[in-house]
């Protein structure tokens, strides 16, 4: 069955840093482009980044730009999301997500893991 | 604040009909394709609807989608009272570089 497991949430201090795990099973990882998407309390989505299957292209929302890094290792069949300065704000559900698509232009998210919480306390 | 608009709710009786705008402009709808996602509470999305229309298997023909323009719509007929939840239209922005959701509809059936 394919299927997305994030990991790695955690109640963590303003400032603060955390690194978030996406596994990947039952499909071909190395072939997938990522998107990482996250949802504060009560709010809608919000995309942050994007991971190439070989991680040569990425893309971040101003909102995480140079605070967050997302990598991958395909041998492992693992996203990660290095998270740095951590702000109250940045208390949601994260999820990762598979992209589907020739191309970003034409993206869309076709597998969904059901998230982990991270919340910043100020 | 997104790039993309949607209208905050919709509702209709069951078995009615409701109909979800999402606007944007020539840099994400205009130029890109449209997916919508429908989001049950405390749990992940779900896609409904890719490249403007297309639907993945397992979705029911009651939902469907169609773009003109830089205006996507979503419609979902026949409704259940199992359809309640919020609905995510989402796109590429060129401009922006970044994949961007509108900020969602909660569908209630009355």
């Known amino acids: 069955e394919e299927q997305l497991v994030e990991s790695g949430g955690a109640l963590v201090q303003s400032g603060g840093s955390l690194r978030l795990s996406c596994a990947a099973f039952?499909?071909?990882?190395?072939?997938?482009?990522m998107y990482w998407v996250r949802q504060a309390p009560g709010k809608g989505l919000e995309w942050f980044s994007y991971?190439?299957?070989?991680?040569?292209?990425?893309y971040y929302a101003d909102s995480v730009k140079g605070r967050f890094t997302s990598s991958r290792d395909n041998a492992k069949n693992s996203l990660y999301l290095q998270m740095n300065s951590l702000r109250a704000e940045d208390t949601a559900v994260y999820y990762c997500?598979?992209?589907?698509?020739?191309?970003?232009?034409?993206?869309?998210?076709?597998?969904w893991g059901k998230g982990t919480t991270v919340t910043v306390s100020s | 604040q997104s790039v993309l608009t949607q209208p905050p709710s919709v509702s209709a009786a069951p078995g009615q009909k409701v109909t979800i705008s999402c606007s944007g402009s020539s840099s994400n709808i205009g130029n890109n394709y449209v997916s919508w996602y429908q989001q049950f509470p405390a749990t992940a999305p779900k896609l409904l609807i890719y490249d403007n229309d297309k639907r993945p298997s397992g979705i029911p023909d009651r939902f469907s989608g169609s773009k003109s323009g830089t205006s996507a719509t979503l419609d979902i007929t026949g409704l259940q009272s199992g359809d309640e939840a919020d609905f995510y239209c989402g796109t590429w922005d060129s401009s922006l570089s970044s994949y961007v959701f509108a900020s969602g509809t909660r569908v209630a059936v009355l």
């Open positions: 997500a598979r992209v589907r698509g020739a191309t970003v232009y034409i993206s869309y998210m076709d597998l």
């Open positions: 039952g499909f071909m990882f190395s072939k997938s482009g």
């Open positions: 991971i190439s299957p070989g991680s040569g292209t990425m």
